[in-house]
């Protein structure tokens, strides 16, 4: 019979698991419908094969059946025992062992493990924001396997949010987020677990000897990179070799290639290579704290040496199949985790194109060849991820990582053999130091690289993202038509062309005045007919980036700010990276300390005063003497816009008057007759105004132009 593809039993099964954890994040009545009705036909399949005497398709569709009920019981479980066991608004007195470790200027963080609250064991972890106190006892020396307690207003986060998973936090377990001052923090005592001492002790020792440079070896060696600086992190994503940061199957591929070598020295058998690489790449993800790309990656690599024991052909594609079905069985939300998603594309891309690249490429010798090849296919499958999870594409990848591949492997066998006889006689650190003069190297091409004219691009991809690799699966070798195959391709290619452009076309701007609902900020985009422009605090750039994401905006024309300090510009610098900021504003008289840094990283800054023109619909706001916020006009309504910390009842009569918007964290109580749009609702107040809208961790927009009352678009997003 003519077939299109040949059968893989575990391509079905890997596919069953997604579709049933996709399908986790609708309501739960609807999921379980659905669900049953695809297993009830899967199994209506499976007999069908048993009777046309098909062993091997009865066999796939039963583990389809079976593997849709664990994960569909697995992802219940999780969403059910992801419960809010705090109050999100008492202070609590809590202790905690720090299991990871990430140190900023202004603040550090830390995951918080073993959670207690008023003496009450809590389920879950913590992301613990340190902020730096100014002449308070710096925190940098806290490390993994720590104790400290500390007092914090926690805030919950679901395991499922908006229909969307959080994979960073699942992965992690971080079901709290609190803040809490340095001064406050009491370190209690030092309980770190074999691995995290191990760790430790790695991380001193490269650091000590390596500088700088230890963070990037420590990186590449446990994938954590708490420690490093944003430059390095921003310079290597922006080159297109971020991977080498974050432990992965290259890393994988690392280990097991200098096992094999040293076992073949020894002339071991196959049996013996077998039981030591396992135990050895089992040890590694130790190391990594499992890390969901080692894990894939090591699965992989067991499963090709038990099919080189009993002399079997290695289909990669059934490999890496059955490898995402095992960790989704186990982990079912790893499928939403950016580290996840790019190993597995990774090697998606290569399993699909590498060959017809190999032929395409015939002409070059077998060193150039192969490295393009793979290097190219890696980038076709990982391009989706980069543009849904990043919205960022970097064109000069591949040539970076033909350079820098092989100075990776190099540096990362030669670190890591240095780095085992350091640890067995410490006197000879200095060894590190030779062992990190690779790593110079790999700095130097990608500050270059990262330096080059459109070296990052940002294009926006949604969850439509997925169906990109089925139109890759049918341009592969797998799809196995006879003729027309380069209609097909071409088709394929115009669709996911059509489909990046549609997510990139800005949406309507009717609604012109969005809110940024988060803890002690109280920032706003706001989208007229000609420009962009963001007002507030500015303390969590990743909140506008979500917003200015859903409403498709690819730039900002000015930003105004309360004050220009080193935390709020760090993250002014965090969104020019992505969206240019064509000018920073600042009223006179406000905290400016931060503004060197703008100056450097060559964003415009301006000062304004209280009699200077109107900018982008902008004007600043002073009461009795002082700068209060910022006032925007746009048709009939006006905004006033305060900064964190204001109070609409220190303000005069004069000024509330003059607006009939007030943007503020709370209501205070006051003005009871204006409409207020506020962070969070006041539930300890006898009054509220007549119209009141609190955020929360919703998203509103406000259309500004009508003159009648100002509308609430609570599906704008949908």
């Not at 969901?292 to 499963?303: E, G, L, N």
């Not at 965090?574 to 000018?583: D, E, F, Q, T, V």
């Not at 109107?614 to 006009?633: L, M, R």
Request: hydrophobic share 45%.
């Amino acid at each position: 019979m003519w077939r299109v593809v040949n059968f893989r039993c575990f391509l079905f099964v890997a596919l069953s698991c997604i579709i049933t954890v996709s399908l986790s994040l609708l309501d739960t009545s609807v999921f379980i419908i659905i669900s049953a009705i695809l297993a009830t036909l899967i199994l209506g399949a499976g007999i069908f094969a048993i009777v046309k005497k098909d062993g091997v398709k009865a066999v796939t569709a039963f583990l389809c059946v079976i593997c849709m009920l664990v994960v569909a019981i697995n992802t219940l479980v999780c969403q059910n025992a992801w419960v809010n066991e705090l109050d999100g608004t008492t202070v609590y007195t809590c202790t905690g062992k720090i299991e990871r470790v990430d140190n900023d200027l202004d603040e550090s963080n830390y995951i918080v493990t073993d959670l207690t609250a008023d003496g009450k064991s809590v389920r879950g972890n913590l992301y613990l924001t340190v902020e730096v106190d100014d002449g308070g006892v710096q925190t940098s020396f806290l490390r993994a396997g720590d104790v400290i307690a500390f007092e914090t207003i926690v805030h919950f986060s679901p395991v499922v949010k908006k229909g969307e998973i959080n994979g960073y936090n699942y992965r992690n377990d971080i079901r709290y987020f609190g803040t809490t001052k340095e001064s406050t923090l009491t370190f209690l005592h030092e309980s770190p677990t074999l691995m995290q001492s191990l760790r430790n002790t790695i991380h001193t020792l490269l650091t000590e000897n390596m500088g700088e440079y230890g963070e990037i070896a420590f990186a590449m060696l446990t994938g954590e990179k708490g420690g490093m600086s944003d430059r390095i992190t921003d310079v290597y994503s922006t080159g297109g070799i971020g991977h080498i940061l974050a432990v992965s199957g290259l890393h994988v591929g690392f280990v097991t290639l200098v096992v094999s070598w040293i076992l073949r020295k020894l002339k071991s058998n196959r049996f013996v290579t077998f039981g030591v690489t396992t135990v050895v790449l089992l040890l590694y993800c130790f190391l990594a704290s499992f890390s969901p790309s080692v894990v894939r990656a090591t699965i992989m690599c067991v499963v090709g040496l038990v099919a080189g024991i009993f002399g079997k052909r290695k289909d990669p594609l059934s490999t890496l199949c059955f490898a995402v079905s095992v960790i989704l069985l186990i982990k079912p939300y790893y499928l939403f985790d950016a580290g996840f998603l790019l190993s597995v594309c990774a090697v998606l891309g290569i399993v699909l194109f590498d060959s017809s690249f190999n032929r395409l490429f015939r002409v070059l010798p077998k060193f150039l060849r192969e490295p393009i090849s793979v290097s190219l296919s890696a980038q076709i499958g990982i391009t989706p991820v980069m543009l849904m999870a990043f919205s960022a594409f970097t064109p000069y990848s591949v040539l970076t990582n033909l350079l820098v591949i092989p100075i990776v492997t190099f540096a990362y066998i030669l670190i890591a053999l240095v780095l085992i006889f350091v640890l067995i006689f410490p006197s000879c650190g200095v060894l590190l130091s030779v062992a990190g003069l690779p790593l110079v190297v790999i700095d130097a091409v990608a500050n270059f690289v990262a330096a080059l004219p459109f070296a990052q691009i940002f294009v926006r991809m949604g969850v439509i993202a997925y169906v990109i690799y089925l139109l890759m699966f049918v341009c592969s070798k797998f799809f196995m038509i006879k003729r027309g195959k380069w209609i097909v391709s071409l088709v394929c290619v115009i669709l996911s062309v059509g489909v990046v452009v549609a997510n990139n076309i800005p949406l309507d701007r009717n609604y012109s005045f969005i809110p940024c609902g988060n803890y002690k900020d109280v920032t706003s985009v706001i989208r007229t007919d000609d420009s962009v422009v963001v007002v507030g605090d500015i303390k969590h750039a990743y909140i506008v980036n979500e917003i200015m994401d859903k409403t498709r905006e690819n730039k900002i024309d000015a930003v105004f700010v309360h004050s220009v300090t080193d935390e709020n510009v760090n993250q002014i610098i965090s969104l020019n990276r992505k969206y240019p900021i064509s000018a920073v504003y600042c009223a006179e008289g406000s905290d400016i300390s931060g503004m060197y840094a703008l100056i450097d990283a060559q964003i415009p800054f301006y000062l304004v005063h209280q009699f200077s023109p109107v900018t982008h619909g902008i004007s600043t706001v002073y009461d009795k003497g002082a700068f209060v916020g910022y006032s925007f006009t746009d048709g009939k309504a006006n905004v006033l816009m305060l900064g964190y910390g204001k109070k609409t009842c220190d303000l005069s009569e004069e000024v509330i008057n003059a607006h009939q918007l007030i943007r503020s964290y709370v209501y205070n109580g006051e003005y009871y007759e204006r409409i207020y749009l506020v962070n969070y609702e006041n539930s300890y107040l006898d009054e509220t105004p007549n119209t009141l809208l609190a955020q929360g961790e919703n998203y509103v927009a406000i259309d500004l132009k009508n003159g009648k009352i100002l509308q609430l678009a609570e599906s704008l997003f949908d």
